[in-house]
């Protein structure tokens, strides 16, 4: 599987839209991009994947480079809730395994 | 939320005995994974199922072997814990499989090997 790479920790404000890049210089055509998180003690949660172009649903939005080799998560108005480790994952259609590196902490200030 | 049940929660057990993690599923998915979650790794593929019957290594496999005789149900079976298999051990279930496939993660067994 192709490697992602994320800051370790990030931080944003309370209702303040957030940004999480991820870098993946090696994708490959076939690769999607998928994020999921981990909120404390508990099991990470699917949150938005996709291939090439943008996409929206109720809880972000993953905006894809043009070349594909980066990808951003955007949480429009960040909750206290939203506290938790965000992992970038590549996978094609063939692999069985979501390989999870360490993930950006991002914490929300009151 | 997915119906996804691990048993035990929480254990301690001591080095050289077997040691059997349960994960129940009501939703009938296919795909059944097991992973361990360590600090500095993230979470790492120990074995996963793709149907009754049919199971494969992930990367971390040795030290542990699976088995799935019904659709809801996947053991991971420690033969003899040692203190490294000490982590974390997460569930996940998938219907499909590849790209489009979504994980739906249990919560978590913790598990001490002494």
């Known amino acids: 599987d192709a490697k992602t790479t994320q800051p370790n920790s990030m931080e944003s404000n309370e209702e303040e839209p957030v940004h999480l890049p991820c870098n993946h210089s090696?994708?490959?055509?076939?690769?999607?991009i998928h994020w999921y998180r981990q909120l404390p003690s508990q099991g990470p949660e699917y949150v938005i994947h996709?291939?090439?172009s943008n996409v929206n649903n109720r809880m972000a939005s993953l905006a894809i480079a043009e070349d594909r080799k980066s990808s951003t998560l955007i949480l429009h108005r960040a909750t206290l809730r939203d506290a938790a480790v965000y992992y970038c994952?590549?996978?094609?259609?063939?692999?069985?395994?979501?390989?999870f590196g360490p993930g950006t902490r991002l914490s929300v200030l009151p | 939320d997915a119906g996804i049940t691990q048993s035990p929660r929480h254990k301690v057990t001591e080095t050289g005995t077997p040691v059997t993690l349960r994960c129940h599923q009501t939703?009938?998915?296919?795909?059944m994974y097991w992973y361990r979650q360590d600090p500095g790794h993230g979470l790492r593929l120990i074995h996963y199922s793709y149907g009754v019957k049919d199971t494969d290594k992930g990367e971390v496999s040795d030290g542990y072997s699976v088995s799935r005789s019904k659709t809801e149900d996947f053991l991971l079976t420690l033969e003899s814990a040692t203190s490294s298999q000490t982590s974390v051990y997460f569930c996940?279930?998938?219907?499909?499989?590849?790209?489009?496939?979504?994980?739906?993660f249990g919560e978590g067994s913790r598990l001490t090997v002494l």
């Open positions: 090696t994708i490959s055509g076939t690769d999607y």
């Open positions: 996940a279930i998938s219907d499909r499989s590849g790209f489009t496939g979504e994980l739906f």
């Open positions: 939703e009938n998915h296919r795909y």
């Open positions: 996709g291939l090439t």
């Open positions: 994952i590549l996978r094609d259609d063939y692999g069985q395994n979501f390989v």
